[in-house]
């Protein structure tokens, strides 16, 4: 899971409910104090938030963008029912497609920029794909962040499985606490973190809605690599596929052959991992301001 360097919200944001056709869903929103060059979406991956783009909010709103991080359904404070279907990829994806409606229609008919972080990345890729079937994209660009073609990492894939077996037994307390031992007994060790930082960690974590981890968890293990369609379906829209340096879900390698495939950009952020977007925000800030640009 990505962990927020800090939890305060800049001056320039605040924290909302968006009001979509398909339900609600809890958002933070960042708004420029002088001209407003565009506006973005920004969906993050399994067992993430939207606070893990907290970083991000101030230094797009300073370039002059309209950013709004979400909560997928069934994270932290949106929420979802017990019903698998609420969680496929592609239910997923019809979510972001009415969100993308409704900061549309707040900038007066003008297309938002696209971003999905990790497992956000396959989602947002549905979306695309579900809305080139339909006609003309409704977004400026598509940001693909440390995200893969296909299923992630097998050695990924093992430790998702596990967590998917215990899901089926074990509380979402009882699969923290294991966690925490599992980290102990690694020999690892483990990052300093605020108090505030560590306790919001474990309330997310809690806040998850367990059939949400289950359906999600179970396609990035076994997830279609549908990057031909996605370079058919993107042609003219530019796209950025962006990562750190390394990286434990989809070798960096891989998203940079992906980025080939996609005829996109290609930004690798020095000295981060799996999530530039907290590890180093101002550098990826200033990666996603010039593409946008």
Not at 121 to 149: D, F, I, K, M
Request: negative net charge.
């Amino acid at each position: 899971m990505s962990t927020p360097p800090f939890l305060t919200l800049p001056g320039c944001a605040r924290a909302e409910r968006l009001v979509t056709g398909r339900g609600e869903f809890a958002a933070l929103r960042a708004e420029p104090a002088g001209p407003v060059r565009g506006s973005a979406l920004l969906v993050p991956g399994f067992t993430g938030s939207k606070e893990d783009f907290i970083a991000l909010l101030e230094p797009l709103a300073a370039a002059g963008y309209r950013v709004t991080a979400v909560d997928q359904r069934g994270q932290y404070q949106t929420g979802g029912p017990d019903d698998p279907a609420a969680y496929a990829v592609g239910a997923l994806g019809a979510d972001v497609r009415a969100l993308t409606g409704v900061l549309a229609a707040e900038a007066g008919g003008a297309p938002p920029h696209l971003l999905g972080h990790s497992f956000g990345g396959q989602v947002v890729r549905e979306a695309v794909l579900a809305a080139a079937a339909e006609g003309p994209l409704p977004w400026r660009s598509l940001t693909l962040v440390s995200t893969g073609p296909g299923a992630i990492d097998p050695a990924e894939a093992v430790r998702t499985g596990l967590l998917l077996d215990a899901l089926r037994g074990m509380d979402l307390e009882q699969i923290w606490q294991v966690m925490r031992q599992l980290e102990a007994e690694s020999g690892q060790p483990r990052p300093s973190l605020e108090p505030a930082v560590a306790e919001f960690l474990h309330r997310r974590w809690l806040a998850n809605v367990p059939r949400a981890l289950s359906v999600t968890g179970a396609h990035l293990v076994a997830a279609p690599d549908r990057v031909a369609e996605l370079a058919a379906a993107t042609a003219g829209l530019p796209v950025l596929v962006l990562s750190g340096v390394r990286d434990h879900a989809w070798p960096v390698p891989e998203q940079t052959a992906m980025a080939e495939r996609l005829g996109a950009r290609r930004v690798v952020v020095a000295d981060a991992g799996h999530s530039p977007n907290a590890e180093q925000p101002a550098a990826t800030a200033g990666a996603l301001a010039a593409f946008w640009a």
